[in-house]
């Protein structure tokens, strides 16, 4: 059973526009979100997170916001450029009880492509 | 070289071969991980290792075998893989997986083919 879903598998925006990329997760535990970003040929890179006493979170271009009554996270960019058009992980942690929360969940993630 | 690098970036082999992938990361770290992505799946984490002892196996086959001489570098030994085993496979490392929720810095991955 997959616990964090991101169902869009592609996105595109035109430049300038607003991205809004979207993840759901099932388990109730996670308390803290990341999102990453990959570009091909390389590995993710750390982008934002954010915890669960937050419901949003804000760095630049890019802000996280979690709804957690509906167990929903999104990645708002704006404006975008094509330089994020990457694929986006968002990713999510929770204590084991011993206090390690190095496991992180992954979405499938989502392609998104910014036009010129 | 700094960050997280992976040895080789691409690898075909076939199902009675045995390989190793190389990790190293040049970040101090003391937590490393390893990944794999498997086309339009998402990444499922597969070994943790914390101070070089293993600290997490996530029901990885036994045909992937993982080694950590050091805080700096981790190896997966592969033997008699499957064609299904085909994907990309990520190391990340992470100041100290121990202490609470951390950035975990990835290295490019490893291209893996089995035929």
């Known amino acids: 059973d997959q616990q964090v879903k991101q169902n869009s598998p592609s996105l595109s925006v035109q430049e300038g526009r607003i991205s809004i990329l979207n993840c759901d997760y099932t388990?109730?535990?996670?308390?803290?979100f990341l999102w990453y970003k990959k570009y091909p040929a390389e590995g993710p890179t750390f982008l934002i997170s954010?915890?669960?006493?937050?419901d949003k979170n804000e760095d630049g271009r890019f802000t996280v916001f979690l709804n957690k009554s509906a167990k929903h996270l999104s990645l708002h960019i704006v404006p975008s450029q094509p330089g994020d058009s990457a694929v986006y992980f968002c990713?999510?942690?929770?204590?084991?009880?011993?206090?390690?929360?190095?496991?992180?969940?992954f979405g499938q993630g989502t392609t998104l492509q910014v036009k010129p | 070289e700094t960050g997280v690098t992976q040895t080789p970036r691409h690898l075909v082999m076939g199902m009675t071969n045995k390989k190793s992938l190389k990790c190293e990361q040049h970040?101090?770290?003391?937590?490393m991980y390893w990944y794999k992505q498997s086309a339009k799946k998402p990444l499922e984490l597969m070994f943790v290792?914390?101070?070089?002892?293993?600290?997490e196996n996530n029901s990885v086959p036994s045909r992937f075998s993982p080694e950590c001489p050091n805080s700096s570098h981790l190896f997966l030994h592969l033997h008699t893989l499957q064609p299904e085993d085909s994907a990309l496979y990520l190391c990340?490392?992470?100041?100290?997986?121990?202490?609470?929720?951390?950035?975990?810095?990835f290295g490019p991955g490893t291209r893996l083919l089995v035929l």
């Open positions: 990340a490392s992470s100041q100290d997986g121990l202490a609470g929720v951390e950035t975990q810095y």
């Open positions: 388990n109730s535990m996670f308390d803290y």
């Open positions: 954010i915890s669960s006493i937050k």
């Open positions: 990713a999510a942690t929770r204590p084991d009880g011993s206090g390690n929360t190095g496991k992180l969940i």
């Open positions: 970040l101090g770290h003391n937590a």
């Open positions: 290792y914390n101070f070089k002892e293993q600290t």
